[in-house]
């Protein structure tokens, strides 16, 4: 069964700064998923990562995926404010199998950025 | 773009109503799934269908079933709806194809609140 935990659950960082929030999943897993979503909304997909080194970037935002290690991480540089949201990562095992994709999310990380 | 929707945003019921949330997606996908949110836990699935008529148990089926009678359209039914019910409840749909394409699109959420 795969099991995903995410930390930090809650993050508070200044504008500016860099850090780091870390997924790690307990077997296999053949696609890492990031999410991102604002209060009261929906998830916004933000990265898929499907191979070992993968490697994503969009803005602010870059993700990583380590197979060997079974540890995806989503580094933000010089956070602003519009980055305050919750962050979820999800792995996604067998998916063309009989899985049918089935995600299995992380806690999520609460993320707040100050001026 | 794909369009997952959800019949009701906010829906309040009492304690042993019998409740139906509706999710309807525009893009003839073949999975649909339904989650839970909860503060500290993520998105727990509940059940999911692979094709018209077929479903699985997720993770947390207690207390829920579902029905899908068109492609398109997928129902979480609470037969007698109780206060440990009261979440956050988030449709998704994805393409039963390869590739990328297991990426789950999700619809805005229903949150309820049971009495």
């Known amino acids: 069964e795969l099991k995903v935990e995410q930390n930090p659950l809650f993050l508070s960082m200044q504008e500016g700064k860099n850090y780091t929030i870390y997924c790690n999943y307990s077997?296999?897993?053949?696609?890492l998923y990031w999410y991102r979503q604002d209060p009261g909304k929906s998830l916004e997909s933000l990265f898929v990562?499907?191979?070992?080194?993968a490697v994503k970037q969009e803005g602010r935002l870059m993700a990583s995926l380590d197979t060997k290690a079974r540890l995806s991480t989503l580094h933000i540089t010089a956070a602003v404010h519009d980055l305050s949201a919750t962050y979820f990562c999800?792995?996604?095992?067998?998916?063309?199998?009989?899985?049918?994709?089935?995600?299995?999310f992380g806690q999520g990380t609460i993320l707040t950025v100050h001026p | 773009d794909v369009k997952v929707t959800q019949s009701s945003r906010y829906l309040v019921k009492r304690t042993g109503e019998k409740v139906f949330l509706e999710c309807v997606q525009d893009?003839?996908?073949?999975?649909m799934f339904w989650y839970r949110q909860d503060p500290g836990l993520g998105l727990r699935l509940i059940y999911f269908?692979?094709?018209?008529?077929?479903?699985e148990k997720g993770d947390i089926p207690e207390g829920y079933s579902v029905s899908r009678e068109k492609k398109e359209r997928f129902s979480l039914i609470l037969e007698s709806a109780s206060t440990n019910q009261t979440s956050m409840y988030l449709c998704?749909?994805?393409?039963?194809?390869?590739?990328?394409?297991?990426?789950?699109?999700f619809g805005p959420g229903t949150r309820l609140t049971v009495t």
């Open positions: 269908s692979y094709d018209v008529k077929m479903k």
């Open positions: 998704a749909s994805s393409f039963e194809a390869g590739g990328d394409s297991y990426e789950q699109y």
């Open positions: 893009m003839d996908h073949e999975n």
């Open positions: 077997t296999t897993s053949d696609r």
């Open positions: 999800a792995g996604q095992r067998d998916a063309g199998g009989t899985s049918y994709g089935k995600l299995t």
């Open positions: 990562l499907l191979s070992n080194g």
